[in-house]
C-alpha cells in the first residue's frame, strides 16, 4: 500500500524567508509524486508534479519541490515567501497499478507567513 | 477552459436524510474521481470512473453510497441515509488519460461542503 507522511501540522515563516514544506513517501516501484495547495472553502489546486527526469520540478507561483529518491522525500520549497502563499498544502502520491490512477494524499500542512 | 464544476457548495441535512452531489468535469477528460474530505484530513478517494464504468470503488460504503456516470460525462454521488460521520467535503476530479501510467494531473473541484446534524 502507499502512504505519504506530511511531519508538520504547521509550518511559519517570514515574509521574503525560504519556506520548505515537508513530504515523505512510500510506495511500491517508481513514484508520481505532487504538491496541491488549498485556500479556505477552495478545492485543491495543483502546483507541480515529479514523474521523471530532473529532481528539481518547478511548478506554479514561484513554488519547486526537489525529489529524493534515497530519502524517499519530496519536499516544496519557495526561496522567499509571500503573506499570499498562506494555505494548507498537500503531498500526495500515485503509484502504479495499472488503472488505478487516484492519489493517496497526506493530511496536510498549514503554512502561515507573517508580514 | 472551464474548470471542474460541484453543486451545490454546501449542504446541511439531518441524520438519517438523503443527498446527492453533482459533478461535471472539464471537458474531454475521460477520468472522473469521488474523494472525501474529512476535516483536518487529506482526501481519500470514494470512487474512480473511467468514461461511464467503474475503475475502483473499493474504499466506497455501498450500503450507504452509491455514484454514477451516465453517459460518460456528469456524476452524481449519493448518501443515503446519512451519518453523522459522513459531513465532510466531496471533492470531484478529473483527467485526462492521454497517457498510459498514471502521469496526468488531476483536477479539482470546489468541493460540496456537507454537515449532517
Known amino acids: 500500500a502507499q502512504s505519504v507522511a506530511q511531519p508538520e501540522d504547521q509550518v511559519n515563516v517570514a515574509e521574503g524567508n525560504p519556506l520548505t514544506v515537508k513530504c515523505t513517501y512510500s510506495?511500491?516501484?517508481?513514484?508520481?509524486l505532487f504538491w496541491y495547495v488549498q485556500y479556505p472553502n477552495r478545492g485543491l489546486q495543483f502546483l507541480l508534479k515529479y514523474i521523471t527526469g530532473d529532481n528539481l520540478v518547478k511548478g506554479s507561483y514561484g513554488f519547486e519541490a526537489e525529489f529524493n529518491k534515497s530519502q524517499t522525500s519530496f519536499h516544496l520549497k519557495k526561496p522567499s515567501a509571500l503573506v499570499s502563499d498562506s494555505a494548507l498544502y498537500f503531498c500526495?502520491?500515485?503509484?502504479?497499478?495499472?488503472?488505478?490512477?487516484?492519489?493517496?494524499f497526506g493530511s496536510g500542512t498549514r503554512l502561515q507567513v507573517q508580514p | 477552459e472551464a474548470g471542474v464544476a460541484q453543486s451545490p457548495r454546501y449542504k446541511i441535512i439531518e441524520k438519517r436524510q438523503s443527498v446527492a452531489f453533482w459533478c461535471n468535469p472539464i471537458s474531454g477528460h475521460a477520468t472522473l474521481y469521488w474523494y472525501q474530505q474529512i476535516l483536518g484530513q487529506g482526501p481519500k478517494l470514494l470512487i474512480q470512473f473511467q468514461n461511464n464504468g467503474v475503475v475502483d470503488d473499493s474504499q466506497l460504503p455501498k450500503d450507504r453510497f452509491s455514484a454514477e456516470r451516465l453517459k460518460g460525462v456528469d456524476s452524481t454521488l449519493k448518501i443515503q441515509p446519512a451519518k453523522l460521520e459522513d459531513s465532510a467535503v466531496y471533492l470531484c476530479?478529473?483527467?485526462?488519460?492521454?497517457?498510459?501510467?498514471?502521469?496526468?494531473?488531476?483536477?479539482f473541484g470546489p468541493g460540496t461542503r456537507l454537515l449532517v446534524l
Open positions: 476530479a478529473s483527467s485526462f488519460e492521454a497517457l498510459a501510467g498514471g502521469q496526468e494531473t488531476q483536477y
Open positions: 510506495v511500491s516501484g517508481n513514484p508520481y
Open positions: 500526495a502520491v500515485r503509484g502504479l497499478v495499472t488503472g488505478r490512477r487516484a492519489l493517496t
